[in-house]
């Protein structure tokens, strides 16, 4: 057994890398089947074993790990087809959960709350309290749990969600409520807030746990099925599931904690954006995931992916960490519509897999992003998808025609230049959210381009944002399947202390922080790893005292929390709250909140090799020229097959760059060169390339 595959299932299609067996890597993609994903998962692998000369059962018998990134439970909940979810709380607090914070979040918009979860019949009451100190002050009443177990049994629940009052204090009545109801309703799947999110915010603890008992059916079938599928045709190696997070964890562990996994498809791209980062030491780098159907930006600073607490998905809280990763209606499928008033506008909604853009010849009819990109010379109508798609010129010109070159009384192509610019912005503001937003400078980073339609858009949208450089992996197309294969193991743990600062009990810290370390070296030693192959990283939430949110600060723990270890992170506190909000009141009283631990689970690594300098011209990779538009009209525009591009290949804009599953557009006002890794760095024409990459890593 010698390869390692990353699989990230996404709107449109599903990716593939494959890795291993001394040769370079290699891509492949197939159409994603929504009805059932494991169709879509093993046409792919069946094409890598077509490649290798052999069935696709000896295939996975010569494979090592499949890292496995899924949209299962996103999907489910955007949808609302996740599983029939009963909830038991603290009776006389019914309906904390659908209450939300009780506030309007978007104060100018006039918008209505998602569909609950949990609709409030489901929402039953049990007798109990503990208090804030973790002492139980009224035992747990087990009739009440008895009686909504029954309830929940007529109303034929699949999953239930327990999260009482200060229960992250003592677990006590939670752990026995799981008892009963494992008794009363066996197969039904329960979640408890004590193990799902161990901490306060009641919302927010209720919240993650509803949406970890509201997929986990879904993804625990899905999985089961996926297990099962495997076993039958051979595969004995490693099965991992990415999750938010941007680690991996063994399936068995994602069935119990499937909130985990509800931004698992993206997760991979912030992974990778250090990984190719890395080979020039460019530590400060935006991501970009230009997909069928969404389009992901990411922000990493100093090599570190930014992290967020405080989510949604489906405007629904989830508080367990995540990568802070925008997600915007912004892909290939996109569909150009003319809204009243004659404004053009593209997304979010899209044509996805079935029927896909118009020029797929599937029978879609409303024009879409990749429709525009066809007709704008920027793909080739023979060689797209490596030529196993032929598309239709005729029908994506007649879609925007009668959509929007019609009503806005304009020609076909200035109506595809308008979907072009339009969908540009929507990206560049989406990149906004994650940089200016949160206090950075895009200036200041380097712009790591993916997905098969990333590379078509990213020299305009690095124009506007006067991002300096543009770096495009050979593996764009499936720039998540690469970052899963690089994860490592990941599990996060989280205690509240909430304490004054000059308050805090150091011996009961550092108790709690061992307890979690211990818990998180016991999963991971089910998980297969390793003590040797284990990091842990700590960290603590602190804030002014007063205020609501807090800022997550890492600190050396050594050998346990000290007062000089503490006075450390105070003062790097005041530090992180400047650089996020533009000031710090040094001296003012600082409470500490939440206890947090990471511990990793060191995988190995696929290796890109470095590959010897080009012999000849980049004029042997040129395919011919074709016309293309830039800057109001089409131009004559040089074609190069990027598979024939090497190691100090350089390529002057305008040029076009296309592989079997992706297209590189290099405007006029830029160039291109291929590095020693055969990526692509793409530069403002005129900018000394070396100066260029030599400051960025220097800043980094």
């Given at each position: 057994?010698?390869?390692?595959?990353?699989?990230?299932?996404?709107?449109?299609?599903?990716?593939?890398?494959?890795?291993?067996?001394?040769?370079?890597?290699?891509?492949?993609?197939?159409?994603?089947?929504?009805?059932?994903?494991?169709?879509?998962?093993?046409?792919?692998?069946?094409?890598?074993?077509?490649?290798?000369?052999?069935?696709?059962?000896?295939?996975?018998?010569?494979?090592?790990?499949?890292?496995?990134?899924?949209?299962?439970?996103?999907?489910?909940?955007?949808?609302?087809?996740?599983?029939?979810?009963?909830?038991?709380?603290?009776?006389?607090?019914?309906?904390?959960?659908?209450?939300?914070?009780?506030?309007?979040?978007?104060?100018?918009?006039?918008?209505?709350?998602?569909?609950?979860?949990?609709?409030?019949?489901?929402?039953?009451?049990?007798?109990?309290?503990?208090?804030?100190?973790?002492?139980?002050?009224?035992?747990?009443?087990?009739?009440?749990?008895?009686?909504?177990?029954?309830?929940?049994?007529?109303?034929?629940?699949?999953?239930?969600?327990?999260?009482?009052?200060?229960?992250?204090?003592?677990?006590?009545?939670?752990?026995?409520?799981?008892?009963?109801?494992?008794?009363?309703?066996?197969?039904?799947?329960?979640?408890?807030?004590?193990?799902?999110?161990?901490?306060?915010?009641?919302?927010?603890?209720?919240?993650?746990?509803?949406?970890?008992?509201?997929?986990?059916?879904?993804?625990?079938?899905?999985?089961?099925?996926?297990?099962?599928?495997?076993?039958?045709?051979?595969?004995?190696?490693?099965?991992?599931?990415?999750?938010?997070?941007?680690?991996?964890?063994?399936?068995?562990?994602?069935?119990?904690?499937?909130?985990?996994?509800?931004?698992?498809?993206?997760?991979?791209?912030?992974?990778?954006?250090?990984?190719?980062?890395?080979?020039?030491?460019?530590a400060n780098v935006i991501t970009v995931d230009m997909g069928g159907?969404?389009?992901?930006?990411?922000?990493?600073?100093?090599?570190?992916?930014?992290?967020?607490?405080?989510?949604?998905?489906?405007?629904?809280?989830?508080?367990?960490?995540?990568?802070?990763?925008?997600?915007?209606?912004?892909?290939?499928?996109?569909?150009?519509?003319?809204?009243?008033?004659?404004?053009?506008?593209?997304?979010?909604?899209?044509?996805?897999?079935?029927?896909?853009?118009?020029?797929?010849?599937?029978?879609?009819?409303?024009?879409?992003?990749?429709?525009?990109?066809?007709?704008?010379?920027?793909?080739?109508?023979?060689?797209?998808?490596?030529?196993?798609?032929?598309?239709?010129?005729?029908?994506?010109?007649?879609?925007?025609?009668?959509?929007?070159?019609?009503?806005?009384?304009?020609?076909?192509?200035?109506?595809?230049?308008?979907?072009?610019?339009?969908?540009?912005?929507?990206?560049?503001?989406?990149?906004?959210?994650?940089?200016?937003?949160?206090?950075?400078?895009?200036?200041?980073?380097?712009?790591?381009?993916a997905g098969g339609a990333g590379p078509i858009h990213a020299g305009?949208?690095?124009?506007?944002?006067?991002?300096?450089?543009?770096?495009?992996?050979?593996?764009?197309?499936?720039?998540?399947?690469?970052?899963?294969?690089?994860?490592?193991?990941?599990?996060?743990?989280?205690?509240?202390?909430?304490?004054?600062?000059?308050?805090?009990?150091?011996?009961?810290?550092?108790?709690?922080?061992?307890?979690?370390?211990?818990?998180?070296?016991?999963?991971?030693?089910?998980?297969?790893?390793?003590?040797?192959?284990?990091?842990?990283?700590?960290?603590?939430?602190?804030?002014?005292?007063?205020?609501?949110?807090?800022?997550?600060?890492?600190?050396?723990?050594?050998?346990?929390?000290?007062?000089?270890?503490?006075?450390?992170?105070?003062?790097?506190?005041?530090?992180?709250?400047?650089?996020?909000?533009?000031?710090?009141?040094?001296?003012?009283?600082?409470?500490?909140?939440?206890?947090?631990?990471?511990?990793?689970?060191?995988?190995?690594?696929?290796?890109?090799?470095?590959?010897?300098?080009?012999?000849?011209?980049?004029?042997?990779?040129?395919?011919?020229?074709?016309?293309?538009?830039?800057?109001?009209?089409?131009?004559?525009?040089?074609?190069?097959?990027?598979?024939?591009?090497?190691?100090?290949?350089?390529?002057?804009?305008?040029?076009?760059?296309?592989?079997?599953?992706?297209?590189?557009?290099?405007?006029?006002?830029?160039?291109?060169?291929?590095?020693?890794?055969?990526?692509?760095?793409?530069?403002?024409?005129?900018e000394n390339l070396s100066a260029l990459v030599k400051r960025l890593?220097?800043?980094?």
């Amino acid at each position: 057994m010698n390869f390692r595959v990353g699989v990230d299932v996404g709107g449109t299609f599903t990716d593939f890398l494959v890795s291993g067996a001394g040769r370079t890597a290699r891509v492949y993609k197939s159409s994603t089947t929504p009805e059932n994903p494991t169709i879509g998962f093993f046409n792919g692998l069946e094409q890598a074993a077509r490649d290798e000369g052999c069935s696709l059962n000896e295939f996975l018998q010569r494979v090592d790990t499949i890292v496995h990134g899924t949209t299962i439970t996103t999907n489910a909940v955007l949808t609302g087809t996740g599983a029939k979810t009963g909830f038991l709380t603290t009776k006389g607090f019914r309906d904390v959960l659908n209450m939300r914070r009780g506030m309007k979040e978007r104060q100018f918009e006039r918008y209505s709350p998602p569909e609950p979860l949990v609709p409030r019949h489901l929402v039953r009451v049990a007798e109990e309290r503990t208090n804030v100190d973790g002492k139980i002050v009224t035992a747990l009443n087990e009739q009440d749990v008895r009686d909504a177990a029954k309830f929940f049994k007529e109303q034929k629940v699949e999953a239930v969600a327990v999260s009482y009052l200060w229960s992250f204090r003592n677990p006590t009545n939670e752990l026995r409520t799981r008892e009963i109801l494992d008794k009363e309703l066996p197969g039904v799947y329960v979640s408890l807030s004590t193990e799902i999110l161990p901490q306060i915010r009641v919302y927010e603890r209720h919240s993650t746990t509803a949406l970890n008992a509201y997929s986990g059916p879904i993804l625990t079938r899905y999985l089961s099925r996926l297990e099962v599928e495997l076993k039958r045709r051979g595969y004995k190696g490693q099965l991992l599931i990415m999750q938010s997070n941007g680690g991996v964890m063994s399936p068995q562990v994602a069935q119990r904690f499937a909130s985990n996994t509800l931004l698992s498809g993206p997760a991979g791209a912030p992974g990778a954006g250090v990984f190719y980062g890395s080979t020039h030491g460019f530590a400060n780098v935006i991501t970009v995931d230009m997909g069928g159907t969404s389009f992901d930006a990411a922000l990493v600073k100093d090599g570190r992916p930014s992290v967020t607490t405080d989510g949604t998905i489906g405007d629904h809280r989830i508080a367990s960490p995540i990568l802070d990763i925008h997600t915007v209606g912004a892909g290939g499928g996109s569909i150009a519509r003319v809204e009243t008033g004659g404004l053009l506008a593209v997304g979010p909604a899209s044509a996805g897999a079935q029927p896909g853009p118009v020029c797929y010849g599937r029978g879609g009819t409303k024009p879409t992003v990749t429709d525009a990109d066809f007709v704008l010379g920027y793909l080739d109508a023979s060689a797209f998808h490596g030529g196993q798609l032929k598309l239709d010129a005729a029908g994506a010109r007649r879609a925007i025609e009668e959509h929007v070159a019609k009503p806005l009384g304009v020609s076909i192509e200035a109506a595809a230049d308008g979907i072009y610019q339009v969908i540009n912005a929507n990206m560049a503001a989406a990149m906004n959210v994650v940089s200016v937003q949160r206090g950075y400078d895009p200036r200041e980073f380097v712009l790591i381009v993916a997905g098969g339609a990333g590379p078509i858009h990213a020299g305009p949208i690095a124009r506007d944002l006067e991002i300096p450089l543009i770096l495009i992996p050979r593996e764009s197309s499936v720039f998540c399947a690469a970052g899963m294969l690089i994860s490592d193991l990941q599990h996060d743990y989280v205690r509240t202390y909430a304490r004054d600062a000059d308050k805090v009990d150091l011996a009961e810290a550092t108790r709690m922080y061992r307890e979690m370390t211990a818990a998180a070296l016991g999963t991971l030693k089910e998980e297969g790893l390793a003590a040797a192959r284990v990091k842990v990283d700590y960290s603590m939430d602190l804030r002014y005292v007063g205020q609501f949110n807090e800022v997550e600060v890492p600190f050396d723990f050594g050998k346990g929390l000290t007062a000089k270890s503490l006075e450390t992170v105070i003062a790097r506190f005041h530090e992180r709250h400047d650089a996020l909000y533009g000031y710090s009141m040094k001296g003012a009283p600082v409470e500490l909140i939440n206890l947090r631990l990471t511990a990793k689970g060191l995988t190995d690594k696929p290796k890109f090799a470095r590959s010897a300098k080009a012999k000849g011209p980049a004029s042997k990779a040129l395919l011919g020229k074709r016309p293309a538009w830039f800057n109001g009209k089409f131009v004559s525009t040089p074609v190069y097959d990027g598979l024939k591009l090497q190691n100090g290949h350089e390529v002057k804009g305008p040029a076009i760059v296309q592989q079997p599953t992706t297209t590189i557009v290099v405007p006029p006002d830029f160039d291109l060169k291929c590095d020693e890794f055969n990526n692509y760095l793409m530069y403002p024409k005129g900018e000394n390339l070396s100066a260029l990459v030599k400051r960025l890593s220097k800043r980094s």
